[in-house]
């Protein structure tokens, strides 16, 4: 185990000072305060990991900030955990996975949209109807009213994305 770190001491003031507050901020989004306490306590991990805490200047907008990325995480993962169990509802018995398999699934999903973040709603679009449907840049471009040659723009900044991420 590791000696003591002096960063822990700020964090923990910190903590002791900011974390009731935090908790009734995201509750009043949440409007449940075990979820509220559970965003809260992540966004101390995430605070923990930081390099430099010394350098925090506003603690409370810290705070916020990450608290408020955390739940949007949570919508979008609910978002696409119902997206994907509506899939599964309407397919015929026999393609229904496991459990297992479903988290599986899940988890991939959400590692595409984390990849795919950033990118605007048209390229995201562009890179999935071509991933995920088979559609050529033409089609593409139909449907998103932009031309080939601004589908294949997309297209470069998906897979630029793709690439970064298989190289981290």
């Not at 935090?22 to 390099?51: K, N, Y």
């Not at 907008?61 to 990325?69: D, G, M, Q």
């Amino acid at each position: 185990m590791g000696g003591y770190n002096p960063h822990y001491q700020i964090i923990g003031q910190m903590f002791q000072k900011d974390y009731r507050w935090l908790c009734a901020a995201v509750g009043r989004t949440l409007g449940c305060p075990h979820s509220a306490q559970d965003i809260a306590s992540e966004t101390f991990l995430r605070v923990l990991a930081l390099p430099d805490p010394t350098a925090i200047r506003e603690p409370r907008a810290l705070l916020t900030t990450i608290a408020r990325r955390l739940v949007y995480e949570g919508w979008r993962r609910q978002d696409l955990e119902r997206a994907y169990l509506d899939s599964l509802a309407l397919a015929p018995e026999p393609v229904h996975p496991s459990p297992e398999e479903r988290a599986l699934v899940i988890e991939a999903l959400l590692a595409v949209d984390r990849l795919l973040n950033g990118l605007s709603a048209k390229a995201k679009a562009a890179f999935l109807y071509h991933q995920l449907d088979g559609l050529t840049y033409s089609e593409i471009g139909e449907r998103l009213g932009v031309s080939t040659s601004r589908v294949q723009q997309y297209m470069v900044e998906a897979f630029k994305r793709c690439y970064q991420a298989m190289q981290a």
